[in-house]
């Protein structure tokens, strides 16, 4: 993805894993744009949007993932549209154009309220 990206003009910063993520959103206020998998280790992609909306409430996300849809994000308080996630597997090109209309938008992704647990409480 970040190749595709960065042939396409876009300045492209990768992390490892979410805590590496969140500390380079918090180090560089010009990223517009998180894109994140559903599906992380020790995490999750969910939690880390939460958690990096939390640091810049203007930061637009783009969810991908192969192995679950986007109804997985309204358990974590996230409620989002198609427009915000690209199922996997995608072309370069396919993502390039949803990169392009996500940023283009006015429409953002928001927390609606804090995570559910098994239980049908919310987590703490």
Known sequence: MADALTREGYAVSTAIDAPSALGVIQQQP?????ITDISLP??????LARQALE???GLKVLFV???VGA???????????????LRKPFSPQG??????????????VTISS??????????T
């Open 65 to 67: 993932s192969g192995y």
């Open 42 to 47: 020790g995490t999750n992609g969910c939690d």
């Open 71 to 85: 109804e997985v994000c309204r358990y974590y308080g996230i409620p989002i549209t198609d427009l915000f996630f």
């Open 55 to 57: 640091i810049r409430s």
């Open 95 to 108: 993502l390039i154009t949803r990169v392009r209309r996500v940023l283009e938008t006015t429409e953002r």
């Open 30 to 34: 010009n990223i517009t744009l998180l």
């Open 114 to 123: 804090p995570p559910v647990t098994s239980a049908g409480g919310t987590a």
